[in-house]
């Protein structure tokens, strides 16, 4: 198994792992590389900065009354994306009760923008920096700075009348520092 490399995407598949620990167990020194070209790297290290370890949040989007989608996948390719967008559906249709509301800020069109009560272009860059003050605004009751995007205070404003029933989620293509400021507003918002 000398020189013997094998290269997959990551995997939580039992069945592989035990293929390839049988192919290790013939071939000792052969290697297992796992390896994806778009990564959930930040969304881990950003719960790991938000509480100290990696973990993975399942979000009830059900009970959501108010959701800000930060350039988020949440609906169409998130780990769950099938579950999220079905209770998603569940709170946006009027003739079952009261509908969820729902900011998206995207640099380009996702299916939770198109479904979006508020949907907002803004450059990744400026999701960032939005994210910050918005965290700011939540977290520490700080007035809506100048220079910020006109969303911004309708917004935090929302998510802090709608405590216990708010969920901020930011997309996997945004840095760790951003999903570790999702995770303390969902801490604090309760939701």
Do not use: C
């Not at 999702?182 to 918002?189: F, I, P, R, T």
Request: hydrophobic residues 45%; positive net charge.
């Amino acid at each position: 198994g000398d020189g013997l490399r094998i290269l997959t995407g990551a995997t939580t598949s039992p069945t592989l792992a035990r293929q390839i620990a049988a192919l290790q167990q013939r071939y000792p020194a052969m290697r297992w590389h796992q390896w994806e070209p778009v990564s959930r790297d930040p969304v881990r290290a950003g719960a790991k900065l938000a509480y100290g370890r990696a973990v993975e949040i399942v979000p009830r989007v059900d009970a959501a009354d108010v959701i800000v989608a930060l350039d988020s996948d949440l609906i169409s390719s998130a780990p769950g994306h099938v579950r999220f967008a079905r209770d998603f559906a569940s709170r946006r249709n009027p003739t079952r009760g009261p509908m969820s509301r729902v900011y998206a800020i995207e640099p380009a069109p996702s299916l939770i923008g198109v479904a979006a009560d508020h949907r907002f272009i803004n450059a990744p860059d400026d999701i960032i920096r939005a994210t910050a003050m918005l965290a700011d605004v939540v977290l520490r009751s700080a007035a809506v700075p100048s220079g910020a995007p006109p969303w911004l205070g309708y917004a935090a404003a929302d998510l802090k009348a709608h405590t216990g029933r708010a969920f901020v989620h930011a997309g996997p293509h945004l840095p760790a520092e951003v999903h570790a400021l999702a995770h303390v507003m969902n801490e604090a918002l309760g939701g």
